[in-house]
């Protein structure tokens, strides 16, 4: 046997099956990460779904803010006289 040959049945033998592994688990890996993007872009299509009445609830923030904010003044108003 030639030098080469013996290299060649290393390579057949140990190397090669090495590297089928290690691609096999890479594969493993890049089809649990495909999953994982998978469900994250439905989770975002159907979040998308869910923001189409978003104006509407800041006018209705607005107008809380408002009411909370004039209710304040209100009750500022006299706190300040009883104790000043």
């Known amino acids: 046997m030639s030098l080469w040959m ?11 099956p090495v590297l089928v592994a ?3 688990r890479l594969l493993a890996a890049t089809e649990r990460i495909r999953g994982a993007t998978d469900d994250t872009l439905a989770g975002g299509v ?6 189409h ?12 803010i408002k009411e909370v904010a004039n209710g304040a003044v209100r009750y500022a108003g006299p706190v300040s006289k009883l104790l000043g």
């Open 6 to 16: 013996i290299g060649n049945l290393i390579l057949l033998i140990v190397i090669v």
């Open 22 to 24: 290690l691609l096999n």
């Open 46 to 51: 159907a979040l998308i779904g869910e923001l």
């Open 53 to 64: 009445n978003t104006p509407e609830l800041l006018a209705t923030t607005d107008e809380v």
